[in-house]
């Protein structure tokens, strides 16, 4: 049982290049989320997705997209990447409100 | 005032003694209450989740609700080597899609 999986797990970029991460959850689950964590600031919301076809910004969008492509998939992309968005990218995915979102291991996403 | 609050650490313990792990929130509307743990270089996996207020336990850990406070709390007892990791409190709203995380608490057990 793979639960949340997150492609690619490392990744180096320069500055103003474009990079789509990937996630896919195998619970059937109808939310899906992208956080980003950096040292001192904790899980931060970037956007989510209460179902398919859906999407609404969180905390932190300025400078990322989202597309959730199914039930299973929901990306994220970077347009012209920035040496702020140096960080470690989360996704998580939750079957109903109120109940626990269970995370993937993470990309972790250096700009140069 | 941030809308939770947790002490980073690092906390460092000898083997066996008892963990006390606490957040505090500025939010009475809070509902849910979780604790994740995140071992380096690994996402935040669920530990405990409970509703309103008091107690909730499974094996060696213990989850704390107090809604009159403000204040939650997460007790580990027989601490071991492999509870060293960060600890998260996060908390949501009634039928509220969100989540808010504090920023952990970096734990250490000695053995």
Known sequence: ??????????????TGQSMTLQCAQDMNHNSMY????????GLRLIYYSASEGTTDKGEVPNGYNVSRLNKREFSLRLESAAPSQ???YFCASRGHLNQPQHFGDGTRLSIL | QKEVEQDPGPLSVPE???VSLNCTYSN??????MWYRQYSRKGPELLMYTYSSGNKEDGRFTAQVDKSSKYISLFIRDSQ???SATYLCAMSLNRDDKIIF???TRLHILP
Request: glycine content about 12%; aromatic content about 16%; hydrophobic content about 30%.
């Open chain 1, 1 to 14: 049982n793979a639960g949340v999986t997150q492609t690619p797990k490392f990744q180096v970029l320069k």
């Open chain 2, 81 to 83: 080597p492999s509870d």
């Open chain 2, 16 to 18: 066996g003694a008892i």
């Open chain 2, 28 to 33: 009475s509307a809070f509902q849910y209450f």
């Open chain 1, 86 to 88: 140096t960080s470690v």
């Open chain 1, 34 to 41: 992208w956080y980003r964590q950096d040292p001192g600031m």
């Open chain 2, 102 to 104: 504090g920023k952990g």
